[in-house]
């Protein structure tokens, strides 16, 4: 898979399919969304805050 998407296979195949739909009157543009999330952030996005644990604790009771 890396092989193809180094020699533009995916992006090859992205365009002649939207171009196919568009061709065929099947896109509807105005209701087109653009996702990036498959999109790698090149200068890193902010680190996630370790989210706190839902492991219940035992504490001694204080009344």
């Known amino acids: 898979m890396l ?4 020699a533009g296979v995916w992006q090859w195949r992205h365009e002649s399919l939207l ?7 099947e896109l509807d543009w105005p209701k087109t969304v653009i996702d990036g999330s498959d999109l790698r952030a090149m200068k890193g996005g902010p680190r996630p805050v370790r989210a706190r644990s839902t492991v219940l604790e035992l504490v ?3 009344i």
Do not use: C, I, K
């Not at 092989?3 to 180094?6: S, V």
């Open 60 to 62: 001694p009771s204080t």
């Open 19 to 25: 171009a196919e739909l568009h061709a065929a009157g």
């Open 3 to 6: 092989f193809w998407n180094d």
